[in-house]
């Protein structure tokens, strides 16, 4: 497609459980980009990755989220063992390598932790 | 670390008239990049306007331009002839311009301003 694809958009799962995010960036696109974005707040970083490699996961907020690019291109963002206070909106944004070029975000999946 | 601020948590216009959304950041850095990004209820991020900082000239997109002051590290987006379609949550941002040094390459935003427009 022409844009940043994200899947489900809406995920709800129980506390406890593990769930899987889904983005598929703009093709050809090297940089891809996940945030967290709770209700109300901007988003907040959490990890960059060009192609396959993950360059920054700084922003990841415990070792129970992980994410993956493993053929650079599409990436999965995976949080375990969910809790509560993971209830947020996860974007995905990609851009090209060109220095300076803006990140394209895709729709967001809406994730609520009962 | 960098941080950017809007103050104005909500704001309102008339249909067809002007308003200015307040942006500030913090930085040491010399060289980077500010985005005025718009989220409308379908979530997406829609980027309004980019300015880099080298620039001199502030950044103009039709009905939609910045004024940029980087001593006072102001960064406002002024919209003109307000329409029903530019309701939506506004966020600034800013991005380093250091390449690819780790972390360099995230978007630092703001809180957002929520706008709505009058008819």
């Known amino acids: 497609g022409a844009g940043v694809s994200q899947s489900p958009r809406y995920k709800v799962a129980k506390r406890g459980q593990d769930v899987a995010l889904r983005c598929d960036p703009i093709?050809?696109?090297?940089?891809l980009f996940w945030y967290q974005q709770a209700l109300g707040q901007g988003p907040e970083f959490l990890t960059y990755?060009?192609?396959?490699?993950?360059?920054?996961k700084s922003g990841l907020p415990s070792d129970r989220f992980f994410a993956e690019r493993p053929e650079g291109s599409v990436s999965t963002l995976k949080i375990q063992r969910t809790q509560q206070e993971d209830s947020a909106v996860y974007l995905c944004?990609?851009?090209?390598?060109?220095?300076?070029?803006?990140?394209?975000f895709g729709d967001g999946t809406r994730l609520s932790i009962l | 670390a960098q941080t950017v601020t809007q103050s104005q948590p909500e704001m309102s216009v008339q249909e067809a008239e002007t308003v200015t959304l307040s942006c500030t950041y913090d930085t040491s850095e010399s060289d980077y990049y500010l985005f005025w990004y718009k989220q409308p209820p379908s979530r997406q991020m829609i980027l309004v306007i980019r300015?880099?900082?080298?620039?001199?000239q502030n950044a103009t997109e039709n009905r939609f331009s910045v004024n940029f002051q980087k001593a006072a590290k102001s960064f406002s987006l002024k919209i003109s002839d307000s329409q029903l379609g530019d309701a939506a949550m506004y966020f600034c941002?800013?991005?380093?311009?250091?390449?690819?040094?780790?972390?360099?390459?995230?978007?630092?935003f703001g809180q957002g301003t929520r706008l709505t427009i009058n008819p």
């Open positions: 941002a800013y991005r380093s311009e250091r390449g690819l040094i780790q972390g360099a390459q995230k978007l630092v």
């Open positions: 093709s050809g696109h090297v940089s």
């Open positions: 944004a990609s851009s090209s390598k060109n220095e300076g070029q803006p990140q394209h």
């Open positions: 990755f060009q192609n396959e490699a993950q360059l920054d």
């Open positions: 300015q880099e900082a080298y620039k001199q």
